[in-house]
């Protein structure tokens, strides 16, 4: 206690909160990392460096011989060759350090790449653990020396808790969105529940009564407004329609599914709704014959193409847009090009989110139904803006026992 020189009363000492301390310094501190770690790390390092590509090649290896962890990788032998080189990347770095922010960042990143894919946590922590056992087997081969090899191998575990912790956390972040989007989505559901539940006797009376003004009147001028009246309540219904699929979990109906088609009957639909203009085009590329045929929900697939179509057309305000369908040995790939305004920067990272919309009056469901349908067949959807000017939007659908070769 201090005495208050005023009127010699005791008063608390103030206290100060402690000193923020940054999440890595926090693990390090957990795990015991510190600089004799970090030197031995980067002694092993000129001895470790030529078994690097031995190491990422067993790791996926290890990966791809589990199917759930395969299908992560949509981008076939490719994907493989660049992810390993990465992986040799890691390696380098991780034995070399420094290990600051930086890293911390650089770790985060990956981390976030393996949540991106769909890498099961499970794999990535057993793959993980592979690697550590290989690098224990170069501190027993190249420190004979009994201390010495102890304090390095202490080292390698330590490094590795670390690296397995700022991974994890990513996953944790990721599965911290995936349930506030889901409580979101719930309340989503429940209101669209309600409001469609609501809304559909209304839109039906309407409809009906459109129905009888087209055949009791023969007025052009009054037509038009039935006309834009039916549109509204077709609007309306695709509004309601839109809401309670995205919150409902309907099970996938894989049939064969000719792209081509389908791309025909969206952009058909799209000309008969208005959106498709005579100065507008629609596109249709495929890299070979197979690149059109799949199994997949048809009216699932149909939905999300249209989507993807109606965005290009309407929010990004282009004249031309391109779908372009490639095959690789493990996915179908689904590209739709177009020559409009892009995405704004502000929007791109979060134009998958339910009620995000550039337009004014857009209901921001377009593009988070092409997520939740690709995903639901186990696929992923990015969007992108084209260094050419447009956007593009890539949807990767993993390939399916059954799919023409």
Not at 81 to 86: S, V
Not at 294 to 305: E, F, T
Request: charged share 30%; aromatic share 4%; net charge neutral.
């Amino acid at each position: 206690m201090v005495l208050d020189a005023s009127n010699g009363a005791r008063r608390r000492p103030i206290s100060y909160p402690p000193p923020r301390v940054s999440l890595l310094e926090d693990i390090k501190s957990y795990i015991g990392f510190g600089e004799a770690d970090a030197e031995a790390l980067r002694a092993l390092l000129p001895e470790a460096r030529p078994h690097f590509p031995g190491i990422a090649q067993r790791f996926y290896d290890l990966i791809l011989a589990h199917p759930s962890a395969h299908a992560a990788i949509t981008g076939g032998n490719e994907q493989v060759e660049r992810l390993k080189k990465t992986l040799v990347a890691w390696m380098e770095t991780g034995l070399s350090g420094p290990h600051d922010e930086a890293y911390f960042e650089r770790r985060s990143r990956i981390g976030r790449v393996h949540v991106d894919i769909g890498l099961p946590q499970r794999f990535m922590f057993t793959a993980m653990n592979a690697i550590r056992l290989d690098f224990h087997d170069l501190a027993r081969e190249h420190r004979p020396d009994r201390d010495a090899c102890k304090r390095t191998m202490d080292a390698l575990d330590k490094l590795f808790d670390m690296e397995l912790a700022i991974m994890l956390g990513a996953y944790q972040t990721d599965s911290e969105q995936r349930l506030r989007k889901r409580e979101r989505l719930a309340v989503i559901g429940q209101i669209a529940a309600s409001i469609g539940h609501e809304l559909r006797n209304p839109l039906g009376v309407i409809r009906s009564s459109t129905y009888l003004l087209r055949r009791y009147t023969d007025q052009a001028k009054a037509l038009r407004h039935v006309d834009k009246i039916e549109h509204q309540v077709d609007r309306c219904t695709r509004i309601i329609e839109g809401l309670l699929e995205l919150t409902r979990e309907r099970p996938v109906d894989r049939r064969p599914v000719d792209l081509a088609r389908l791309v025909d009957e969206a952009a058909a639909a799209l000309r008969d709704a208005g959106v498709l203009g005579e100065d507008a085009a629609i596109v249709f590329e495929a890299d070979d014959p197979t690149a059109t045929r799949l199994l997949a929900d048809p009216p699932m697939l149909g939905q999300l193409l249209s989507n993807l179509l109606e965005n290009a057309l309407v929010a990004g305000e282009a004249r031309r847009v391109v779908v372009r369908a490639t095959r690789t040995a493990d996915a179908h790939v689904l590209e739709v090009c177009d020559d409009g305004k892009g995405f704004p920067p502000e929007i791109l990272q979060r134009a998958f989110e339910p009620l995000v919309s550039t337009r004014p009056h857009g209901t921001g469901l377009g593009l988070s139904l092409v997520m939740a349908i690709a995903r639901r067949h186990g696929g992923t959807a990015e969007a992108a803006n084209r260094t050419e000017g447009g956007a593009r939007v890539t949807v990767t659908l993993p390939a399916m026992d059954g799919d023409d070769p």
